[in-house]
């Protein structure tokens, strides 16, 4: 094995892993605080590739402004979403497959193809090399680094406000705190928004990162998120706090792209990366209840020789 190659695939893999942590910090926003496994990530997260490398591309807005931008693209799509399974009372997996399916239309028409590049344009990315003077990956690591820390500050205040308490609360027990006179749809709403303008900024960021835009960019967004989520519990479950979960999530995600990284340094085909995913997913969830039952059983034996 190449030893230059390996470190030069581990620190991609690091780059890789803190973009996507944006996108498995919006997905904890539904899985774990809602309990939702919302499959409008798939769509949005290509929605906010997309609509920023349309504005950098064709209309020459500045990268950060192009950013936002792709942030409130998914915040509307999460929006769509929401509307679908609070006023139409669809079951959020459904309505977030619907939304899923329009937004491939919806991408392919805000590019009118379905790759973009970004060559000759500037990206974030580029402008903080330029004043720097570090390289790509490196210019890329701090500036994922910086985008990750300031979402999981913003999540940990708003989640300690009165509105992020309900939010919270809605997720453990929507017909308690629907009792004490809590709009439960507009807090589901709100987390649906929440969570998918976080994973279009994600898919602008990797967007710049990669230097191209495609409609199927975010296929298999939902497994990469679940399975960073999983990883990172398993890692760092012993810390309880909010904070602790916030930063576990990312580091999950850093986690995954290292082991994505290591199985493709070893030789394993890349067209067998969605079943190594698959894969990956199937072992964080099962690994984590086969040591319970283990440890279940393990007990009732002791017990009872004694």
């Not at 919006?26 to 919302?38: F, N, P, R």
């Not at 619907?98 to 970004?118: D, E, K, Y």
């Not at 209840?289 to 020789?305: E, F, L, N, Q």
Request: aromatic share 6%; net charge positive.
């Amino acid at each position: 094995m190449n030893i230059a190659g390996f470190v030069l695939a581990m620190q991609g893999a690091v780059t890789q892993g803190i973009l996507w942590g944006v996108m498995v910090l919006g997905l904890y926003i539904t899985y774990k605080i809602l309990d939702i496994a919302d499959l409008t990530v798939d769509g949005s997260f290509a929605l906010g590739g997309c609509v920023c490398a349309m504005l950098v591309v064709t209309h020459g807005v500045n990268p950060v402004v192009a950013l936002i931008i792709a942030t409130i693209a998914g915040v509307l799509a999460g929006a769509v979403t929401g509307f679908l399974h609070t006023v139409f009372e669809i079951p959020a997996i459904l309505a977030g497959i619907l939304t899923q399916i329009a937004l491939w239309s919806i991408n392919l028409r805000i590019m009118g193809r379905s790759n973009l590049p970004l060559l000759k344009v500037d990206t974030i990315v580029t402008q903080f090399m330029a004043v720097t003077g570090l390289s790509q990956s490196m210019a890329t690591m701090i500036i994922g680094i910086v985008f990750a820390v300031l979402c999981i500050i913003g999540m940990y205040w708003f989640f300690g406000t009165e509105m992020g308490c309900a939010l919270r609360a809605t997720g453990n027990n929507e017909d308690m705190i629907r009792a004490l006179g809590t709009n439960t749809k507009w807090s589901k709403m709100l987390a649906l928004m929440l969570s998918n303008g976080l994973v279009g900024l994600s898919g602008a960021l990797v967007c710049q990162n990669q230097k191209y835009a495609d409609v199927g960019m975010g296929t298999g967004a939902i497994v990469i998120g679940l399975a960073a989520i999983v990883i990172g519990d398993m890692l760092m479950g012993k810390l309880h706090s909010f904070g602790s979960k916030l930063v576990a999530a990312v580091v999950g995600s850093v986690v995954y792209f290292i082991i994505r990284a290591i199985v493709l340094q070893l030789g394993m085909d890349a067209n067998d990366m969605k079943l190594i995913s698959a894969i990956i997913v199937a072992l964080a969830l099962c690994i984590p209840v086969a040591m319970d039952k283990w440890k279940i059983k393990s007990s009732y034996t002791k017990g009872g020789t004694n």
